[in-house]
């Protein structure tokens, strides 16, 4: 290609649309060129498609030079617009050889028509479907080929109007809440994104729509979501970004209505109906799975049986409920949402220890002598008659004129005293902090976990949690142990909760580990330690349920221990999903109810220092019953030091709160 100084050549730019420009000049293979905007830019010979065959304009004049490479461009675009491919390919298909631009321009226009050759060009770069570019030449598309790639080309056009289309649909969403037909097959895909952000799996397609109607961010998406009455205001999004399951399958619901059809046989069982045995729990428990009978003996000695709900007598391994059960791993419970790990016609009335119902158990027996040692631990399945079941603040209200429940609730303190001499760690704790929806209404209450009835029955099932290790321990039974471990140097604490001796207590302590080997329990107490009293709502407790019963009933182990430890890792990946959810779940009400209160003026508590850094602070928050930490105030502050806790932002959305301190 011969380039001299006026040419107007056709190169290759950023894109795949050729550009225009006048050739300024050329040197060691390189061209200088003027573009119709009156810059200059520098490309390799190569990069020139097409030239003039001569010069077409003077350079001297640089504006003029400029104008006439507009004209010749306006040109040669209308050239362009009028130039039909298809008919040209239908004239050359048959030969299926390279044609050089002027020689295909030749069939088109008259020769040396350096604007109509120039114009083809710009068509053929535009228009890939016809003629396949070989560099020095074009070469007409086979039939066959031209057959497949309009069948691509009409795929690319379809997925690109259902892109404008989805990109349209999602602007109106969010203008107005209108939820267009072409986004319902896409609703699982939004909920997704809305929930996960970055971690969603989206199509391509669905992706560039979104980026083109600014919806692509996961805070804008949930609002629109909201105002189209997808998601509700307060959406637990947590549900979807951990694929929680919330309702049961058919299957399974059938498996558990033919198992609650089952009369079971009770023959074999330990017949304590005649036994005074209460269950007491919180107000919202609907699936009762412990319960407790007390007498104390001539001897002085006192029995203690703890009744546990037995599932594990119908719930075979391998079933479906089975595997339902330790896919969900636990129970789940919300302020506002119950979701069971079995069905509630399992959980919540075949085995749940009701008022008044018998009901098939596992009974954890302990003799402890006068001075509260632990003699003698006996298991065995029985049949119970739940007396009295009650929530905590019923029974604490009966403590009265009730003396047997006088004397269980003495036995529960002598007994922790009898831990706290074995070495566990006794304090005080900081209230536990309920939050409840109730009709829309959003109730927070302060609770002292320890005072008396709740605090009874927290030390019976430590202690048949401990019988429990402790059977499996002596019988070489796999089970799954918790461990914790800890030094002689135990923290001193007042006969009241104190958040700076707490606070630096808790640092101390070590995190509990699951084993197979049975170990101390530090700040228990215990030289072992199960979990084994909750097994309608914790799948490891049914496992250990399982291993158990088969030992009293003269089988071996349901599970050997690598049967145990793989049934285990998939359930405790659920439970600590579960155990997350619920704290999510118990931040974003309360967040929600301190968001309200900010309404009607400044929302500020009482609090206390217990740490200070050099740029942040950690404080107690009494309302809160938790531990916060904001930037350093500008004033002094010393641990142990009083002030005032205002609340300064809060974002349901993201669950950040935010505080400053003020001076007391």
């Known amino acids: 290609m011969n380039l001299s100084v006026g040419c107007i050549v056709e190169f290759s730019a950023k894109g795949s649309h050729p550009d225009i420009a006048v050739v300024m000049s050329v040197a060691g293979g390189n061209v200088r060129l003027l573009l119709s905007n009156g810059k200059e830019t520098t490309v390799t010979e190569k990069k020139i498609m097409h030239a003039t065959a001569r010069a077409a304009t003077g350079v001297a004049d640089r504006e003029a030079c400029r104008q006439n490479l507009v004209k010749t461009n306006e040109r040669r675009k209308c050239i362009a617009e009028t130039i039909n491919l298809e008919e040209l390919h239908a004239l050359l298909y048959e030969e299926q050889r390279i044609f050089k631009i002027e020689e295909l321009a030749g ?170 045995t209460w269950a007491i729990d919180t107000p919202e428990t609907r699936d009762r799975d412990d319960a407790f009978s007390f007498e104390t003996l001539p001897d002085g000695c006192n029995r203690l049986q ?54 098939m158990a596992l009974t954890f027996s302990l003799l402890f002598s006068p001075e509260c040692e632990l003699r003698e631990v006996e298991i065995f399945e029985s049949l119970i008659h739940i007396e009295h079941a009650v929530d905590y603040d019923t029974a604490d209200s009966m403590l009265a004129e009730n003396q047997w429940l006088q004397q269980a609730l003495d036995l529960a303190e002598r007994l922790k005293k009898c831990r706290e001499k074995m070495g566990a760690v006794m304090f005080p704790r900081q209230p536990e902090l309920s939050v409840k929806v109730r009709d829309d209404d959003i109730i927070v209450e302060q609770r002292n976990r320890d005072d008396l009835t709740q605090g009874m029955i927290a030390e019976f099932m430590i202690w048949a949690n401990h019988a429990a290790a402790e059977y499996c321990r002596k019988n070489s039974i796999p089970c799954l142990y918790r461990v914790q471990e800890g030094d002689e140097n135990r923290p001193e604490f007042g006969d009241s909760f104190d958040p700076v001796q707490f606070f630096a207590a808790i640092k101390t302590f070590r995190k509990t580990t699951v084993s197979q080997t049975a170990g101390r329990h530090y700040s228990l107490g215990l030289s072992s330690y199960t979990q084994a009293t909750s097994p309608l709502r914790r799948y490891s407790d049914l496992l250990v349920h399982r291993q158990i019963k088969a030992v009293i009933n003269g089988r071996s182990p349901e599970y050997n221990d690598n049967d145990l430890a793989q049934a285990v890792l998939i359930s405790d990946s ?91």
């Open 107 to 276: 069939f088109l226009f008259d020769p040396d028509d350096d604007d109509s050759a120039a114009a083809l060009l710009r068509a053929l770069c535009t228009d890939k479907l016809y003629f396949k570019d070989k560099n020095e030449g074009y070469q007409p598309v086979s039939l066959e080929d031209l057959a497949v790639a309009r069948e691509q080309l009409a795929r690319k056009q379809a997925q690109e109007e259902e892109e404008n289309n989805l990109a349209e649909a999602l602007k109106q969403l969010e203008k107005s809440g209108a939820v267009a037909e072409v986004l319902n097959a896409h609703l699982n895909d939004l909920k997704s994104l809305a929930a996960c952000g970055e971690e969603a799996k989206l199509s391509k397609r669905l992706s560039n729509a979104l980026d083109r109607a600014d919806l692509n961010n996961q805070r804008k998406l949930f609002q629109a979501m909201v105002k189209a009455g997808i998601f509700n205001a307060d959406e637990n999004l947590d549900i979807i970004r951990f694929k929680l399951p919330v309702e049961f399958a058919p299957e399974i619901l059938a498996e558990a209505a033919a198992v609650a059809s089952i009369t079971p046989a009770v023959n074999g069982r330990r017949d304590l109906t005649a036994q005074r």
């Open 306 to 359: 703890v009744h546990v709900a037995d599932p594990a007598e119908l719930i075979k391994p391998g079933s479906l409920l089975d595997k339902e059960a330790a896919r969900r791993g636990s129970s789940v419970y919300m302020p506002d949402q119950r979701i069971h790990m079995l069905p509630t016609e399992i959980s919540e009335e075949l085995f749940s220890l009701n008022h008044e119902e018998n009901r």
């Open 574 to 664: 659920a439970v600590s999903r579960a155990e997350e959810i619920m704290r999510n779940r118990d931040r974003y009400f309360l967040h929600k109810y301190l968001k309200q209160q900010q309404k009607t003026g400044e929302v500020v508590f009482d609090g206390t220092i217990v740490e200070v850094g050099l740029s942040e602070a950690v404080f107690y928050v009494d309302f809160l019953c938790s531990f916060k930490h904001c930037r350093r105030p500008s004033f002094d502050i010393a641990v142990g030091q009083q002030v005032l806790v205002k609340v300064t932002q809060i974002d349901l959305f993201d669950g950040t709160i935010r505080f400053d301190l003020r001076q007391k």
